[in-house]
């Protein structure tokens, strides 16, 4: 089909309309296993990290109060990302690398 020609004069031509699938192909990804657990998270730092969806600071703190009474040597902070979840944080997550043992990203849904 040419750019002058339109899919209805093509199908009234030939009764057939032809489609393509504007998808394409994904990209070829490389899995990654999961991180290795911890025996224990007695005298672990965790963050606690708000990515700012919604009701998502209450759900941390009520992590953070669980931490406190079922692993009271577990040290909780809570943090607040900058910028919304899918753009990146240097400065936060810097600290994370240097100060954590794990972090948690409330991302709804």
């Known amino acids: 089909m040419n750019q002058s020609e339109t899919a209805e ?3 009234s031509a030939n009764g057939k309309v032809s489609a393509l ?10 899995q990654l296993g999961m991180a290795p657990r911890f025996e224990s ?3 672990k730092t965790i963050y606690l990290v708000d990515v ?9 703190q009520q992590m953070q ?3 406190a009474e079922h692993l ?3 040290r909780t902070i809570l ?3 900058a910028g919304v979840y899918t753009e990146d944080d240097p400065k936060l997550f810097s600290e994370i690398r240097e100060h954590a043992a794990a972090a948690v990203m409330a991302v709804g849904h």
């Open 9 to 11: 004069s093509v199908a």
């Open 79 to 81: 943090a607040s990302k």
């Open 21 to 30: 699938n504007p998808m394409g192909y994904p990209p070829t990804i490389e």
């Open 41 to 43: 998270l007695n005298d």
């Open 72 to 74: 009271p040597r577990a």
């Open 65 to 67: 109060a669980w931490f």
């Open 52 to 60: 700012h969806f919604v009701d998502g600071d209450k759900l941390l």
